[in-house]
């Protein structure tokens, strides 16, 4: 398999330096988002449960006093890492990787004393094999019912930990085998709020430790996992037609990492830009929401059933994790805000009168001459009190490589991030080791800021 070839020779010194100071940008972003979660009830309940399993001591659970099996601490750093739906997001592949990748890393790099140039090297194999895999069929996994990034998370936690435990082609080639097996995560959760989204980057980080595990102790997987009669792409993507070129075409030329958008927002990336919307008009026509008559949004048809419908739901989410799902929501708390943070996403400002009151006021068209899913755009248009209208459209999310959010702005989200759990001083030095990460003899000296002592 040609996918398990290039993450089997891939080599840190012709990683082009861009992708190289990316990656060390996304390690910091997704340990960010990751201590904001530290100590919420699911992440609480989740360390409970891999805590009792006990187990060798490779790897470091986010500021908790054990160190477990890499499997386990993957699994709850992982679920850690989306807790609040900060992390980074791939347009087409509608895939989260940072949220499978980075933990993966970390965890099997503690097991094997690997070096920050290996992390970072396996690191970038596994973000470019799962991101080609969600490429391939763009929306096909959410059509059929399944969260994309655990779906596709489950092959680059395979090559992640794959490379850190040094399996030659052969061998990766059955962890990717095994890894389709165990690829899995429902949507239902978009039904009610259910926690089970947060779980998905932790459980594909988990099972593809796993499937390298058990590629290296010989046990085989099927060769054509991705493409066969029962494969990843028949089972699991509505329409089955995948565009199979684009597994490979580019492979080790273009970098699919530098393609992956960090997120402005605590909520689902496809809101994002409509959020932008309602802020640039907001702030252009120094609004209030008393001024705001009536919202329409234009969405491109995939996005609906996620971000849309039930209508009468989203205008009213039922929990603060649904309110994250919500188009509505989120467009009413920036025109009532006039930003969106993690605790604009809480059970108390989800009750807001203010927001709902601009919620119920909110409609929406399908519009798929907008450019999805190779962007996530944004259509938002106003009528005021007045009789006026104002409308902004923007093609391209914030924080996208077209599009890019500058290093000061994911400093000051890092740093927004982390201090909800760690002193300054400890954020600081955390920082700094992450900008010199792939120059670490051993990313034990990053973990040990994690470590809670």
């Not at 009536?294 to 739901?313: F, S």
Request: proline residues 6%; charged residues 20%; glycine residues 8%.
């Amino acid at each position: 398999m040609e996918l398990a070839r290039f993450a089997a020779e891939l080599e840190y010194a012709k990683l082009p330096s861009e992708v190289v100071e990316n990656v060390r940008l996304r390690l910091l972003d997704t340990v960010g988002v990751c201590l904001a979660s530290v100590g919420t009830e699911y992440a609480s309940a989740i360390a409970d449960v891999v805590r009792s399993q006990g187990g060798r001591p490779e790897a470091t659970l986010f500021c908790q006093p054990d160190r477990l099996p890499a499997t386990w601490a993957a699994l709850y750093n992982g679920a850690l890492a989306h807790g609040n739906d900060f992390d980074d997001t791939h347009s087409v592949a509608l895939v989260h990787p940072s949220g499978v990748v980075i933990p993966t890393a970390l965890a099997v790099a503690e097991r094997t004393g690997a070096t920050g140039r290996e992390a970072v090297t396996a690191a970038v194999a596994g973000y470019e094999v799962g991101l080609r895999i969600g490429m391939a069929v763009p929306s096909g996994f959410h059509a059929r019912g399944f969260h994309a990034t655990g779906v596709c998370g489950t092959f680059a936690a395979a090559v992640t930990a794959g490379r850190l435990l040094r399996l030659d082609a052969s061998h990766l080639a059955h962890a990717i085998g095994i890894a389709g097996s165990q690829a899995a995560g429902s949507l239902e959760f978009l039904a009610d709020g259910a926690w089970t989204k947060r779980l998905h980057p932790g459980w594909a980080a988990h099972a593809g430790i796993v499937a390298a595990l058990l590629a290296a102790r010989g046990y085989t997987g099927p060769a054509a996992a991705l493409e066969g009669r029962f494969g990843l792409f028949n089972a699991y993507a509505t329409p089955a037609r995948p565009d199979l070129t684009r597994l490979t075409s580019g492979l080790g030329q273009e970098w699919e990492v530098l393609n992956t958008d960090f997120k402005p927002y605590p909520c689902g990336h496809l809101s994002h830009p409509y959020m932008d919307c309602a802020r640039s008009l907001r702030a252009k026509h120094q609004l209030t929401p008393e001024d705001v008559e009536a919202i329409e949004l234009r969405v491109p048809g995939p996005a609906v059933p996620i971000l849309c419908e039930p209508l009468a739901d989203k205008r009213r989410p039922a929990n603060a994790y649904a309110a994250r799902f919500s188009l509505p929501y989120a467009v009413a708390v920036v025109l009532a805000e006039g930003q969106a943070g993690i605790d604009d996403f809480s059970e108390a400002r989800i009750r807001d009168p203010r927001i709902l009151a601009l919620t119920a006021r909110t409609t929406y068209q399908i519009d798929n001459t907008l450019p999805f899913p190779e962007h996530f755009p944004g259509w938002v248009r106003l009528r005021l009190r007045d009789g006026s209208e104002i409308e902004a459209r923007m093609d391209v999310s914030r924080g996208s490589r077209e599009h890019p959010m500058t290093e000061a702005e994911l400093h000051e989200k890092f740093e927004s991030n982390a201090a909800r759990t760690l002193p300054r001083e400890a954020l600081e030095a955390l920082w700094e080791q992450g900008l010199g990460f792939d120059g670490l003899s051993g990313v034990a000296e990053f973990t040990r800021f994690l470590a809670k002592s």
